[in-house]
């Protein structure tokens, strides 16, 4: 049986999205995130030792990061290519990259946005506060968010006109390329500055097995 570690608003909700899609049984194991820090609990980390979310076991393997998951539950449980394709051909080109970029490339400068805009929201001693405010405040306008802006705006070309990130048909890409989509959307207006992205992921949140794994893994908002 495989069992989902899954932490509550995270990365791990695009695995119970792609289990559903693929049909199969799992078992949800829930952690909340601290409070205070928003980090993960301390449990987490007997499952791996880094303690991030997602972590699947599937009887004695253990498997961490999205991408890696997502390609082991393809490679073995997909051997129709419903979800991905097929070997050599230049739609798995494609299908690695947007693997590989939503984590590598995308999510790092979203993440860097969401830490330094809390720095800027930050209580701290009077006397700190215009220093860290001025650096944080700097990085985000000379480095973050212009980085952003090209990166969006290049996912926003690619998906001009196109339903899906591989080919014509919906893949396990879409599943790894919606997180970093939903968090842009929670940061920033998506409809009005990327409309295809936000039309991508208006379609994806239509799919049945998106709705089902909503509800498997419980209430889901990204921070912002
Ligand atoms: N690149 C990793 C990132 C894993 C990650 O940072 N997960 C977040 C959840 S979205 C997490 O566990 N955060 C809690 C923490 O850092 O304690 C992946 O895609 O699996």
């Known amino acids: 049986m495989i069992i989902v570690h899954h932490l509550e608003n995270s990365r791990s909700q695009r695995v119970l999205w792609l289990l559903e899609e693929l049909g199969l049984q ?50 073995k449980y997909d051997s129709a290519h419903q979800f991905h394709p097929v070997a050599g051909t230049d739609n798995e080109l494609d299908f690695s ?40 405040g700097k990085t985000l306008q000379s480095f973050i968010q212009p980085n952003l802006d090209t990166h969006l705006g290049f996912v926003e070309s690619r998906m001009k006109g196109r339903q899906w990130f591989v080919g014509d048909r919906f893949s396990a890409a879409d599943v790894q390329m919606t997180f970093p989509l939903e968090a842009a959307a929670a940061r920033d207006n998506l409809a009005a500055k990327y409309p295809s992205l936000h039309a991508f992921l208006q379609r994806v949140h239509e799919r049945p097995a998106y709705r089902r794994a909503l509800e498997r893994g419980g209430p889901y908002a990204l921070m912002s």
């Open 26 to 75: 799992y078992e949800v194991k829930r952690y909340n995130r601290d409070s205070k820090t928003m980090l993960a609990p301390p449990e987490l980390r007997a499952v791996h030792p880094l303690g991030k979310s997602p972590v699947i076991s599937d009887g004695d393997r253990v498997i961490a990061e999205s991408g890696a998951i997502i390609e082991y539950l393809v490679r």
């Open 97 to 136: 990259y947007w693997l590989h970029y939503a984590e590598g490339s995308l999510m790092p400068l979203l993440v860097m946005k969401l830490i330094f805009n809390h720095i800027q929201r930050a209580p701290m001693p009077f006397f700190v506060k215009p220093i860290a405010r001025g650096i944080s």
